[in-house]
């Protein structure tokens, strides 16, 4: 079994061949031993955690970077940390990942020197210099990696030791220099109408679409959601940009409440995104700006409830007027049958 932790608050869980992995955030990972070990992995200068998150480079074709991250044991004894670097990727939870290590790095993962191991004495930090050596032949743009420390535990359970290899890392984004090309599509858009069958409670929208990243370079995804007369934002007010690697997808679900359902409803998905520089924030720079666009969405919105309630209303009047229209024609087949008894009656008294 895996457990993988990352160090910018990123998590995932991954479970390859037995053999279990984690990446951690900020938080130190603890691996499940006899004795309890726990340690973190941040970038460094030369005097050890300088407060990054994550390592931001931006390299020539053919040239290279160095860098440091700092190792740190919370433990009691002395550890021997396997390093390691691998491709980045962005997990279906939205969060930060990297390749399990029985998976073999094809991109920026490769570009990463460093030692195999570290040794931390307990309660120390030990400063890891390593290297990021760009091919020549590299594409221009953002290239995702993550470098970890780990270690590998067994597990007995009956009878058996399964091996537990735990993670912990952050994430080193490498822009190679060059034209960037940022874009984007919008696919697999819908836009479904939830009823609320009580017709005296309004229904909502939920809207759903992948945005696509076809350039080269990482974007920050925004936008507004303009439907039903009503605009929602994405992000939400307090939230930070959707974050979209080059050649990944990123889903947005989109609701708008209490929504009286009017048959149709025409509306617009309009995306601004921004490129992320190589820093790790947003830029508006002209040489790397964005075009906006907007995608149309027209929604179905039949009011059955409404409708339902209508119709019966319509059978209830109807019932009420054919019982009338029929009591009426009961009342004026008596009244005829009663006028006809009587002028029976009076011509039997005539005729006496």
Not at 251 to 263: D, I, K, M
Not at 281 to 289: I, K, L, Q, R, S
Not at 304 to 321: C, H, K, M, T, Y
């Amino acid at each position: 079994m895996t457990r993988f932790r990352f160090s910018a608050g990123l998590a995932a869980l991954v479970t390859v061949a037995g053999l279990a992995v984690g990446l951690a955030g900020a938080a130190p990972a603890v691996a499940e031993e006899a004795a309890p070990v726990s340690w973190s992995v941040t970038p460094a200068d030369a005097s050890g955690p300088d407060g990054r998150v994550a390592v931001e480079h931006e390299i020539d074709p053919a040239a290279s970077a160095d860098d440091r991250f700092a190792v740190r044991n919370l433990g009691s004894e002395e550890i021997t940390f396997r390093l390691a670097a691998a491709d980045g990727f962005t997990n279906d939870n939205g969060r930060f990942d990297m390749l399990p290590s029985d998976q073999e790095s094809v991109d920026s993962g490769t570009w990463i020197t460093l030692p195999e191991s570290v040794t931390v004495a307990p309660g120390g930090t030990a400063v890891v210099p390593f290297t990021i050596a760009v091919p020549e032949d590299a594409q221009p743009g953002d290239h995702a990696a993550g470098i970890t420390a780990s270690i590998l535990s067994v597990k007995e359970g009956e009878g058996t030791g399964v091996g537990v290899e735990s993670r912990v890392g952050f994430r080193v984004m490498t822009r190679v220099a060059g034209e960037l090309a940022p874009a984007y599509s919008v696919q697999h858009l819908e836009a479904d109408y939830r009823t609320s069958w009580n017709p005296l409670r309004p229904g909502s929208i939920d809207v759903v679409f992948d945005v696509v990243n076809e350039g080269n370079a990482r974007l920050a995804v925004a936008g507004l959601l303009s439907i039903a007369g009503r605009t929602v934002a994405f992000p939400a007010e307090g939230e930070s940009p959707q974050e979209i690697l080059p050649g990944e997808s990123r889903s947005v679900a989109l609701t708008v409440s209490r929504v009286w359902p009017l048959f149709a409803f025409p509306g617009e998905v309009a995306l601004s995104p921004t490129v992320i520089s190589a820093s790790g924030e947003p830029t508006d720079e002209v040489a790397v700006e964005v075009a906006s666009s907007s995608t149309d969405v027209l929604l179905w919105a039949v009011p059955w409830p409404q409708l339902l309630v209508l119709v019966g209303l319509a059978l209830i009047i109807l019932a009420l007027l054919w019982r009338r229209g029929r009591s009426k024609r009961n009342l004026e087949a008596l009244l005829t049958e009663a006028r006809e008894e009587g002028r029976r009656s009076m011509a039997g008294v005539g005729q006496g």
